[in-house]
T-cell receptor, first 114, second 116 residues
Framework: AQSVSQHNHHVILSEAASLELGCNYS??????LFWYVQYPGQHLQLLLK????DPLVKGIKGFEAEFIKSKFSFNLRKPSVQWSDTAEYFC????????????WGAGTKLIIKP | DAGVIQSPRHEVTEMGQEVTLRCKPI?????LFWYRQTMMRGLELLIY????????DSGMPEDRFSAKMPNASFSTLKIQPSEPRDSAVYFC??????????????FGEGSWLTVV
């Protein structure tokens, strides 16, 4: 069965630091990849997604993610984080193997120190 | 555009009472999902519907939980009787369809349930 791994459960950074959150998946075929963000006390919102084409995907709020097929990875990046980026970030994958159901990572809690 | 609408946003109830959570998916979306989120277990898919038909309810924790989708614009998740361990945030989500690539799921704002 397909799985999604997010390497870090908690990340603490200072404002203006660069961010990279890891996401790896296990399926070797065609995948669709997502990053969702959940701000404290709020619902999950789509940050960005990759279906096909340019493997470098730009999302909202200055986030981007790069799909590296050879590494089964879809890491999330932001060059300079802000206090308002404090949130939990979820990576998710769909594929034919999962009947196009979202397979979720466990989430990474990001805390930005002002 | 209206997103996924859930009600109630917050509910506090006593153990043993029936709880009904409601969801209106995005208009035109054919797939609807119920998720539960807790600190201990994270995000769990409880059940999903495609064209109003339940497709996979393997995530429903036990018989106390039931979900219905009587029409394309409304779904309920019912817990009867409720227990303190059911305290969680219950999210409803919808997407255009479930059985093809390129789907994006959109979440409602959640129903925050506390069972005391």
């Amino acid at each position: 069965a397909q799985s999604v791994s997010q390497h870090n459960h908690h990340v603490i950074l200072s404002e203006a630091a660069s961010l990279e959150l890891g996401c790896n998946y296990s399926y070797g075929g065609t995948v669709n990849l997502f990053w969702y963000v959940q701000y404290p006390g709020q619902h999950l919102q789509l940050l960005l997604k990759y279906f096909s084409g340019d493997p470098l995907v730009k999302g909202i709020k200055g986030f981007e993610a790069e799909f590296i097929k050879s590494k089964f990875s879809f890491n999330l990046r932001k060059p300079s984080v802000q206090w308002s980026d404090t949130a939990e970030y979820f990576c998710a994958v769909t594929s034919m193997d999962s009947n196009y159901q979202l397979i979720w990572g466990a989430g990474t809690k990001l805390i930005i120190k002002p | 555009d209206a997103g996924v609408i859930q009600s109630p946003r917050h509910e506090v109830t006593e153990m043993g009472q029936e709880v009904t959570l409601r969801c209106k998916p995005i208009s035109g979306h054919n797939s609807l999902f119920w998720y539960r989120q807790t600190m201990m277990r994270g995000l769990e898919l409880l059940i999903y519907f495609n064209n109003n038909v339940p497709i996979d309810d393997s995530g429903m924790p036990e018989d106390r939980f039931s979900a219905k989708m009587p029409n394309a614009s409304f779904s309920t998740l019912k817990i009867q009787p409720s227990e303190p361990r059911d305290s969680a945030v219950y999210f409803c989500a919808s997407s255009l369809t479930v059985s093809s690539s390129g789907n994006t799921i959109y979440f409602g704002e959640g129903s925050w349930l506390t069972v005391v």
